[in-house]
């Protein structure tokens, strides 16, 4: 199997590995990186589980190849904390009770995380269109949406 | 993973690769491809990439659009000439699907995904093609023989600009807001000489075993005369025609035959 070398940055550090042809993105960080924060979850795309961002963008890390992130700045749910601080995300989602199983959790905040980067003080309908690629089973989705219209609502224009 | 990745930063190079490979496939943006991958798929083993900066390019020209294959359905959405087709690319999956998907792939996409080639085949869209074996199609003739042209370069999707944007509609039925999966899609044109209806396109997606396909029946109906409320009401009643729709895990052929003529009065009458 030939083995391809990769440069790029994840969650803001420098990092070179050799990935696998055909490897998908989602076992690249999970198997060779040790990011298991990133999910799997169907494989196909579908559930959002394993989103992540590259270049600020949301990126289903199952649909993509290892080998696409060279020169790219990857960001998984990983790097948000600061020093064992919550991310602002990450802290909503706790008041707001937006988390039951946890298993849709990192792949919602990335997706929220990709909105709020581009658009500080998004509407709820912005807010659901955001989290459509990503399937929750147990909040019904309003308390993830109260959760991300919290951060917005703290965001000074 | 026993795939092998070819890549490529010359187009016709990854033509003739693919050309010559019965047991290859073209990778565009990957939201088909590597759902096959995940699956282990066999009926491919390698795989040809061509270098990102390719198939990029949005032109509008005058009276003519064309978008490269490349181009994936977010950039549609922030594009401000294509304002028209925002909705089209909106109703395909969430974010991060949107900015991987691209318009090549969506040609490729059988049932029941592919909603933009619904849009594009209402819209008499041209497709142009790399390499030496074929130069262009029109969207129709593509849609006839699809698995033949499977090994081959879609460059660019070329078509002209609607004179009314409300001679245009898209309507994706979904069970589930604000993202599903389509039950069935609704393109149509109406473009008119004025008060006459001239060359109308009426094209359903996910409705049969191939995906898209035009309303014969319907378009003979409307063909050359005035737009009226009868007159749809005359198209909408010989809906479906000779065409026989599938049934699926979304729907069956039965509710697919119910419905349309009731979505397909909703997108006549917005005109």
Redesign the interface.
């Known amino acids: 199997m030939t083995k391809k070398a990769v440069h790029f940055k994840h969650n803001n550090k420098d990092k070179s590995a050799f990935v696998d042809d055909g490897q998908n993105l989602l076992d690249f960080l999970r198997r060779d990186l040790g990011d298991l924060t990133v999910k799997y979850g169907c494989g196909q795309g579908t559930c959002g589980a394993c989103t992540i961002l590259i270049n600020g963008n949301p990126c289903i890390s199952c649909l993509t190849l290892a080998e696409d992130i060279n020169e790219q700045n990857v960001e998984t749910i990983a790097g948000l904390n600061n020093n064992g601080n919550l991310h602002p995300l990450q802290k909503a989602f706790m008041d707001n009770f937006a988390a039951q199983c946890g298993y849709c959790t990192t792949g919602m905040i990335m997706s929220a995380k990709a909105l709020l980067n581009k658009n500080p003080r998004p509407s709820k309908e912005e807010i659901i269109d955001a989290i459509s690629g990503n399937i929750c089973r147990c909040t019904g989705y309003e308390a993830i949406i109260n959760a991300i219209m919290d951060v917005s609502n703290k965001n000074n224009v | 993973?026993?795939?092998?990745?070819k890549n490529f930063t010359n187009i016709n190079d990854a033509a003739d690769a693919l050309y010559a490979d019965d047991k290859a496939c073209f990778?565009s943006g990957?939201?088909i491809i590597?759902?096959k991958?995940?699956?282990a798929d066999q009926s491919f083993k390698t795989?040809i990439?061509l270098d990102?900066s390719h198939l990029k390019e949005i032109k509008v020209d005058g009276g003519n659009f064309l978008i490269g294959s490349g181009v994936t359905m977010?950039k549609i959405i922030s594009h401000p000439d294509l304002g028209f087709l925002k909705e089209v690319a909106?109703s395909i999956?969430?974010?991060?699907?949107r900015?991987?998907a691209t318009l090549g792939g969506n040609l490729f996409a059988n049932n029941p995904y592919g909603d933009f080639s619904c849009a594009l085949m209402a819209l008499r869209a041209k497709l142009n093609f790399a390499g030496n074996t074929l130069s262009s199609l029109t969207i129709d003739e593509f849609m006839k023989n699809r698995d033949n042209f499977r090994r081959h370069i879609i460059t660019s999707i070329t078509f002209e600009r609607l004179q009314n944007l409300s001679d245009f509609s898209f309507l994706k039925i979904t069970r589930t807001l604000?993202?599903g999966i389509s039950l069935i899609t609704i393109a149509t044109n109406l473009v008119r000489s004025g008060a006459q209806i001239i060359s109308p396109r009426i094209v359903y997606g996910n409705m049969t075993e191939r995906t898209p396909i035009r309303d014969d029946s319907v378009e003979k109906i409307l063909e050359g005369q005035r737009y009226s409320e009868d007159l749809i009401e005359k198209a909408v009643g010989s809906a479906l025609n000779g065409i026989e729709t599938r049934t699926d895990g979304l729907a069956s052929e039965w509710y697919r035959r119910k419905i349309t003529p009731v979505y397909l009065k909703r997108s006549l009458m917005r005109k």
């Not at chain 2, 999956?93 to 699907?97: L, N, S, Y």
């Open positions: 993973m026993s795939f092998i990745i990778y990957g939201t590597m759902r991958v995940n699956e795989i990439k990102k977010d909106r999956g969430g974010p991060a699907i900015c991987a604000p993202k």
